[in-house]
């Protein structure tokens, strides 16, 4: 069976359809999905939006290295990867992830490892915007 891998790294709106279909396969018994919304309250302040910034090239090197790694460590299928850049609304996806294996397992922990990795690695940087003011989060890579 031949894997696929769907990376984006986007200003649109993020569509968890489109992961969805992406990693259906008619081979596989398992899909698991991590979808990254805004939210309106962090450590008991009002966020209004949020803003993404990232260093593109280096995101898109270092989200393949992870894949790569996922597909070797879980054994999954498929893969897609969007993550959202510039400005956020409260609800909207920041980040979807989407695998799919032929057993569910592979497929839950592919995708956890997949966003604990992105968290750790990946040149993408958060900026929430409070009532009073904003600042960036957790400066990564």
């Not at 989407?98 to 940087?125: G, M, Q």
């Amino acid at each position: 069976m031949d894997r696929k891998l769907d990376i984006q790294i986007k200003s649109d709106p993020l569509s968890v359809t489109n992961n969805y279909n992406f990693v259906l396969d008619e081979n596989c018994g398992g899909i698991d999905m991590f979808i990254g919304t805004v939210r309106k309250w962090n450590k008991g302040q009002e966020i209004t939006h949020l803003e993404f910034e990232a260093y593109e090239p280096m995101a898109i090197k270092e989200l393949n290295k992870i894949a790569t790694a996922a597909f070797e460590k879980f054994s999954v299928q498929n893969i897609s990867i969007h993550h959202r850049v510039g400005k956020v609304e409260l609800k909207e996806e920041a980040v979807i992830i989407a695998v799919s294996s032929i057993h569910r397992k592979a497929s839950f922990e592919a995708c956890h490892y997949i966003i604990d990795e992105l968290k750790k690695h990946v040149p993408i940087w958060k900026k929430e915007f409070l009532l009073d003011g904003s600042y960036w989060v957790n400066s990564r890579p």
